[in-house]
């Protein structure tokens, strides 16, 4: 069976690897112009993660989400758009909370089920940018969510009454290229009807 951990894994590396080696092409290419212009790109390559102390920004992400370790007769696969804002609070932490809808779709065997939730998402990250254009980042931290609604064979469930309520744990890593990230992220579920679960995705976004 297909392990998706590894994949996740593996993908992180790639992430990361190819993000140094962009960096350091890029580094070597306007080192070979002359001496001066790499001294002014060096003094930029210090100071440019040091001008973000207090700054305010915000984020938007868009993932496909997938199930991973659900039984081989269950297909899963999910959207999650998610805003807020964010403040670097020393250097290149920065700090993010906001709001996010995720809807998540299972194919059983003989039954389709539909949910959608809606969350807040709090982000403890750290964006380290190579150059104006070159960067890498991650971040961590809790969902705390609500299921809305579900459909069960496009028939709508009563969740009246229900506890609704979860609290999932996200982990992203990834590049930012030209003002956009891309990053592989994992998510399982720590408390609440998503208890255990696990997730992994793929998106695209950005910090500003």
Not at 74 to 92: K, N, P, R
Request: negative net charge; aromatic residues 14%.
């Amino acid at each position: 069976m297909f392990n998706m951990k590894k994949l996740l894994i593996l993908a992180i590396t790639l992430i990361l690897g190819a993000g140094v080696s962009l960096a350091q092409q890029n580094t070597g290419n306007e080192s070979s112009t002359n001496n001066s212009t790499n001294l002014s790109a060096n003094n930029r390559f210090v100071n440019f993660n040091k001008s973000k102390l207090l700054r305010l920004g915000g984020f938007y992400n868009v993932n496909m989400m997938f199930m991973s370790d659900k039984p081989d007769d269950v297909w899963s696969l999910g959207c999650l758009f998610e805003g807020g804002a964010s403040v670097y609070v020393a250097d290149i932490l920065y700090l993010g909370a906001g709001l996010g809808y995720w809807g998540q779709s299972y194919k059983y065997e003989r039954m389709d089920v539909s949910n959608n939730h809606i969350y807040i998402p709090i982000q403890i990250g750290l964006q380290y940018d190579f150059n104006n254009k070159i960067g890498a980042f991650c971040n961590t931290g809790p969902q705390l969510g609500w299921l809305v609604s579900e459909k069960i064979e496009d028939e709508k469930v009563d969740l009246d009454g229900e506890d609704t309520g979860f609290t999932n744990w996200t982990v992203r890593f990834g590049l930012r290229l030209w003002g956009f990230e891309a990053y592989a992220l994992y998510q399982k579920g720590i408390s609440g009807f998503n208890e255990d679960a696990k997730f992994w995705g793929v998106g695209i976004g950005g910090h500003f």
